[in-house]
């Protein structure tokens, strides 16, 4: 697993260790060291309030434990950013009832439907009975693309026609799940942030329409973020606060990316743990968010 997270990270991991390697941690630490890791923190997108605290901290304690050598503060450096994604990092939440409603939000593109269907994936491979609602009713494909989802994962599937009312699905599907006695609902919405008193009103009405049935649910609410535009990502998702109580976040294709250091502001600024991550188009690539094993393939 932590090969493919590897291979998966390969760019955002070139972004912090070529340039690393770029400026030479063979060489006593200065002033033009600090600034240099500075620099790298701030490209990757890790955000200017967090580069601030960790070059805070990395001069104060290197000067405490008395540290000469440039590849000490490179491992300073690894602790410091370990510290804070442990606080960043969380594990999917099933509760206890049946079914687990998981709500998953985030606009068009960010890799939602994928998110779903990998999980569904996943889930039924742990044996778990997995129902996926296709409320995202607005874009036809994404029907079309949830149904290529659950035929592969084996997961049932509740669709409407396009154009139909996403809570009419909701309830199809959680209440069908819960009279059947299945084990996980995964809800795919639509994403269209044309204004955003529509979303909110939309995914409000969905929310409303689980809570009906099952007043304890949804159990998770996953924030869907495309890990390509880095800090953007930050005020879609505070539009998506507003609508609902966000559990967590999943950054999806941090393959195709060097901002994967967007994953420090997004989780601090948001107050929302990160769930899992996207590393590349199949089942395997969906992951838990694991601080350590992030931290090691960006330093491998
Ligand atoms: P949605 O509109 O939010 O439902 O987004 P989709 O699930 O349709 O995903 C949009 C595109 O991103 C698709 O081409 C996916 O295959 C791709 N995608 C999703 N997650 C990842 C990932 O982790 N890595 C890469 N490389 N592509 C991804």
């Known amino acids: 697993m932590l090969d493919r997270l590897k291979s998966g990270l390969q760019k955002t991991k070139r972004q912090f260790v070529d340039t690393f390697s770029s400026i ?67 594990r999917l939440n099933l509760g206890e009832e049946k079914p687990a409603v998981i709500l998953f939000l985030g ?65 199809d599907a959680v209440n069908s799940a819960k ?3 299945d084990d996980v609902v995964l809800v795919d919405t639509a994403g269209r942030l044309h204004t955003k008193e529509h979303l909110i009103k939309e995914l409000q009405k969905i929310i409303r329409t689980i809570k009906k049935l099952m007043p304890n649910q949804p159990v998770e609410t996953l924030l869907v973020l495309d890990g390509t535009i880095g800090q953007n990502s930050i005020n879609q998702a505070k539009i998506f606060k507003e609508a609902a109580n966000v559990t967590g976040i999943v950054i999806t294709k941090l ?22 991550i996207g590393v590349g188009e199949t089942v395997e690539d969906l992951q838990p968010f694991d601080a350590k094993a992030f931290v090691d393939a960006l330093f491998s």
């Not at 195709?256 to 989780?267: D, E, L, R």
Request: with cysteine; aromatic share 4%.
């Open 107 to 171: 606009i068009n593109g960010s890799g939602k439907t994928t998110t779903v269907g990998k999980l569904a994936a996943q889930l039924k491979e742990e044996g778990k009975s997995v129902v996926l609602a296709a409320a995202d009713t607005f874009r036809a494909a994404a029907i079309d693309q949830l149904e290529v989802w659950a035929e592969r994962s084996g997961a049932r599937i509740v669709k409407h026609t396009q154009g139909a009312d996403p809570a009419a699905v909701v309830y």
């Open 24 to 90: 030479s941690f063979g060489r006593s630490i200065d002033e033009e060291l600090f600034e240099d890791i500075e620099m790298i923190l701030l490209k990757a997108d890790v955000g200017v309030k967090a580069t601030e605290e960790i070059l805070d901290f990395l001069r104060k304690e290197s000067k405490k434990r008395k540290l000469k050598e440039g590849e000490q503060l490179k491992e300073l450096l690894k602790e410091k950013l370990l510290e804070i994604l442990k606080g960043c990092e969380s």
């Open 179 to 181: 009279s059947r006695g």
């Open 255 to 276: 393959d195709g990316t060097a901002k994967g250091g967007a994953i420090i502001p997004v989780c601090r600024e948001l107050k929302i743990p990160v769930k899992f």
